[in-house]
């Protein structure tokens, strides 16, 4: 069985056993210093001080003299399975036009959807592929992967059939969640009603059927879809199993993370609109709160309120939410930039919420997140760093020197 010894750790970043965290303990982020990691196969064996030497059988040293070792990243939100950029919104939005309006005139979700229809599988799945690597390569060991660009009952099957594939070839964790409801098609603006039942009778029993995906999603916003719309999909999703990942009060308090709760999501992203009554009732829950700074960056709306929602006791979970439109980047150190600037969160507390917290927003939190005997080995060494502060503050760098997916060096 294969071994690796990661030796003279600088510090072992998450080093502990502990659940998701919330509020206050959000700032502690347990470093342990001058370590060693041994892994064994896909997981981690064990950990140790440096003036405690292990004295046992490896096929791989590695010298981290200087160096951090991280869990490997958890993106909990993207729609990496596209067909195209859209670099011709991006001009649009320099020009005055917002996100909604844009959309209005066919393009958003709508000009990805129609891309996607005349792409094959294979050119799907290669560029998906590539941005996987690309991800990897930058310390992400775990993608939540949304379908969503379909909106038709062949193309959906399509994208899920891709990321099916990407979950069978890639070493990384992939989770993919089913958002036949990102928008509503052009062809049934005059009859929502029977989109919705297109999606609840005749795609889910197909997915469910052919176990294409882990979790149901719904854009439950303002010039999207409805509470009432989105309660009849997650109620047909919760049919077959497939528990709620919600698109949510990214336009407006459209209500989405008060019906996200209602029905059980493991997560509710982007939570721009976030108020008062909106935090009450995620206190009461075990659902994440899942924050995108990358797309609040991009499309110039303003920022959630992370530091009122972890002050008044909640957890919050970072992701990149990458896709051609509103993020067109996975970098995940780059998110931890953004919310140190603009969500004012620590280094510490954006790291608990890209790692723990993002580990339970995609449910592998019992596998990744943190480093500890028994998790599973994909994590990342840093170049030599002199603090933990330095990766948000010099976000223009490449912080990572090695990876480690599933025990293997890559």
Known sequence: MNRVLITNIKGIVQYN??????????????????????????????????????????????????????????????HIVFAGSREQEFVGRIRGLTYEEIAKQGGGILNSAKRLADASEEELFDSAWNRLESMMRQGTGAVEIKSGYGLSFESELKMLNVIARLKKESPLTIKSTFLGAHAVPAEYKNDRAAYVRMLTDDLLPVIATNKLADYIDVFCDRGFFTVDETATILEAGAAYGLRPKIHANELDFSGGIQIGVKHNALSVDHLECTGDEEIEVLKNSSTMPTLLPGTAFFLQLHYPPARKMIDAGLPVALASDYNPGSCPSGKMSFVLTLACLYLKMTPQEAINAATLNSAYAMGVEKELGSIIPGKRANLFITAPLPSLEYIPYAFNENHVRQVIINGKLQ
Not at 36 to 64: K, R
Request: charged letters at 20%.
């Open 17 to 78: 056993s502990r659940g998701i965290v919330k509020g206050a303990a959000m700032a502690d982020l347990p470093v342990f210093e001058n370590g060693w990691i041994l892994t064994e196969g896909e997981h981690i064996h064990s950990i140790g001080h440096m003036d405690e030497p292990l004295l046992a059988p490896v096929n791989d040293v590695i010298d981290a003299s200087g160096c951090y070792v991280f869990p490997s990243w958890c993106d909990s939100h993207t």
